[in-house]
């Protein structure tokens, strides 16, 4: 229930000390103030990192040739490993656990695509209609390669929004005809990438490309997924991988350079530990600094007891009850923890959807934000924070005798 005369008493309280009462609300705002903000910026780095993971599949796992640094069977060290279609199946037949493996082959540039005079040079990735899923790509024109593109080597192509963009403007290029490096193909999807990188590619069928472009089973990769939890796990799958590919092409298992083996979860992993660490240490700052708040309202609580001590004395002689003195005590100090951490709260949230609104992400650091939970956690702490530091002082108050208090000068 309001109660009135309890709010006009703490309203001249605050209002005969203001100074005081300001430094102490400062100390508290700020403290919630700064630990918006650093959770804010933590959250940001946190956002700019993942983007770096949106264009492949956090468990994604990629195998590729490379050149044997050691004789093994019989064979000479600086022999290079070729991957071929037969690779890809071993994997898919030998490793039930992974899923969406796909081989692929890239063409860097160069690779010429002209439609109605228009012309425009990107580069080429064959691969199997899973690989969507290891990379990531969002389809949103049209749809992904499928098998039967694989199986009747039909030659379909997915194009990026920025090749859409330049070859076709406003026209709708799903079922279009399109000549790549001299052989025409029909566009059957769009897609688009985070990063602008990515959107430099077209891509094609693997069967279609080893049969009209390379001539060869040959392949430059094999990517899958995988159900990946620990890099213990990771570690268990890289080791699994090299056993496979070493027994196909008769190396050795303890050489690295044989075939390199590359996934995004152990860089994921590492970096997800990172910001544990960074999201601990920001609380503890952030904590430690609202702590030094309340030390200061505790301080001033003393003080306020000290100088109030013969109206107490006065109170307690016309039978207030003890619990009155502490609550009124406490009630002052949850008003200026409460008011001073609101007023800290709302510029640091200002502030980050500020920042978010109108600065560009940048590689390392996007959309910094807290959630509501969060900041209504830190407003829950802050107020329990203000009942602590108010409770031993208002305690001390409430054991004051009259007598005593009445005779304080």
């Known amino acids: 229930m309001f109660d009135y005369d309890k709010w006009n008493e703490v309203y001249y309280s605050i209002k005969k000390n203001k100074l005081r009462a300001f430094l ?17 910026a933590g959250q940001g780095l946190q956002n700019g990192v993942a983007n770096q993971f949106s264009s492949d599949a956090v468990n994604s796992v990629w195998i590729g040739g490379g050149i044997t640094s050691m004789p093994s069977h019989g064979l000479r060290q600086g022999r290079k490993i070729q991957f071929k279609n037969d690779d ?16 692929r082959l890239n063409v860097w540039g160069g690779s010429s695509i002209v439609y109605k005079g228009e012309f425009a040079s990107f580069d ?38 920025l090749a859409k963009d330049i070859l076709f403007k406003d026209e709708d290029p799903i079922g279009k005809n399109v000549e790549i490096n001299g052989i025409v193909f029909q566009i059957v ?4 990438d985070a990063r602008d990188q990515e959107m430099k590619r077209l891509y094609l069928p693997i069967s279609v490309f080893q049969k009209l472009f390379s001539g060869n089973e040959n392949i430059g990769q094999i990517s ?15 080791s699994e991988l090299r056993q496979l590919m070493a027994e196909r092409h008769l190396f050795d298992t303890k050489d690295q350079r044989a075939v390199w083996v590359w996934g995004n979860f152990s860089e994921y992993l590492q970096f997800m530990q990172l910001f544990g660490g960074i999201k601990a240490f920001v609380w503890i700052v952030g904590l430690l600094t609202i702590v030094a708040g309340v030390v200061g ?55 980050l959807e500020m920042i978010s609104k109108y600065i ?23 107020i329990f924070a203000g009942v602590l530091a108010s409770y031993l002082p208002a305690r001390r108050a409430a054991l004051i005798k009259p007598i005593e208090a009445l005779k304080d000068e």
Do not use: C
């Open 24 to 40: 102490t609300g400062f100390s508290v705002g700020w403290g919630i103030f700064m630990l918006i903000i650093l959770l804010g």
């Open 88 to 103: 890809y199946e071993a994997i898919k037949q030998d490793f039930p656990q992974v899923d969406n493996v796909s081989a």
């Open 124 to 161: 080429l990735k064959a691969v199997h209609p899973k690989h969507q899923f290891v990379e990531n790509i969002e389809i949103i024109e049209g749809r992904f390669i499928n098998e039967k593109d694989i199986a009747d080597y039909r030659k379909t192509a997915v194009i990026g929004q």
């Open 189 to 192: 999807g769009v897609f688009k």
């Open 224 to 238: 899958m997924t995988a159900p990946l939890e620990t890099q213990a796990q990771m570690d268990s799958l890289e």
């Open 297 to 351: 309202v505790s301080n001033i609580m003393l003080v306020v007891v000290k100088e109030r001590t013969k109206e107490i004395g006065i109170r307690k002689a016309i039978g207030a009850p003890p619990k009155s003195i502490i609550g009124f005590i406490v009630f002052e100090s949850v008003i200026i923890t409460s008011v001073a951490g609101y007023a800290g709260m709302l510029p640091g949230v200002f502030i």
């Open 360 to 382: 560009p992400d940048g590689e390392f650091f996007a959309h910094p934000e807290v959630d509501v939970y969060v900041v209504l956690s830190a407003v829950v702490i802050l």
